[in-house]
């Protein structure tokens, strides 16, 4: 299955650990054999994270940086570019649903070029019940859906 995974689970890459996640989730995820995509803009998020740890003296510049790095160059981790005329459209789209920009890039490279976006997002998931996001998927994409990562895992 060709999966689109959220920023979140990047994070431990660059020294930055979630509690409800398992540290090594993206490497479980690729050794299950799934095709991983992720979004461009998560390059700026995890950087944007990273910055902000290595103000606080919580992380180095090096691992931030090793981190991202070891992302950009994984042979198993597509990059979907968001400049992508029809990402940008449907991100458009979807900012009538979603509050964050970066979570409507994201969640439209996931619809654009995967079968599933893997989040642990509370308004992503949330956009289950929502009829609006419902025909715009259907359109698009019908098969796709949003799951959390013991959903996959």
Same mark, same amino acid.
């Given at each position: 299955?060709?999966?689109?995974?959220?920023?979140?689970? *990047?994070?431990?890459?660059?020294?930055?650990?979630?509690?409800?996640?398992?540290?090594?989730?993206?490497?479980?995820?690729?050794? $299950?054999k799934h095709q991983i995509a992720m979004s461009q803009i998560t390059i700026f998020e995890l950087s944007a994270k990273g910055a902000k740890y290595i103000k606080?003296?919580?992380?180095?510049? #090096?691992?931030?940086?090793?981190?991202?790095?070891a992302i950009i160059y994984n042979d198993d981790v597509e990059p979907i570019p968001?400049?992508?005329?029809?990402?940008?459209?449907?991100? *458009?789209?979807?900012?009538?649903?979603?509050?964050?920009?970066?979570?409507?890039?994201?969640?439209?490279?996931?619809?654009?070029?995967?079968?599933?976006?893997?989040? #642990?997002?509370?308004?992503?998931?949330?956009?289950?019940?929502?009829?609006? *996001?419902?025909?715009?998927?259907?359109?698009?994409?019908?098969? *796709?859906?949003?799951? $959390?990562?013991?959903?996959?895992?």
């Open positions: 299955m060709k999966l689109l995974l959220d920023t979140t689970y *990047f994070l431990p890459t660059i020294g930055i650990s979630i509690k409800e996640i398992q540290k090594d989730a993206l490497l479980t995820i690729i050794t $299950k606080e003296d919580k992380l180095s510049p #090096e691992r931030v940086t090793r981190g991202i790095n968001i400049q992508d005329t029809t990402i940008l459209q449907t991100a *458009f789209k979807l900012r009538n649903m979603l509050n964050d920009f970066i979570d409507c890039l994201i969640l439209s490279s996931a619809i654009n070029n995967s079968e599933a976006i893997i989040t #642990e997002d509370n308004e992503i998931q949330n956009l289950k019940k929502n009829t609006q *996001f419902h025909n715009l998927v259907a359109d698009l994409n019908p098969g *796709f859906k949003i799951l $959390k990562l013991t959903e996959i895992i």
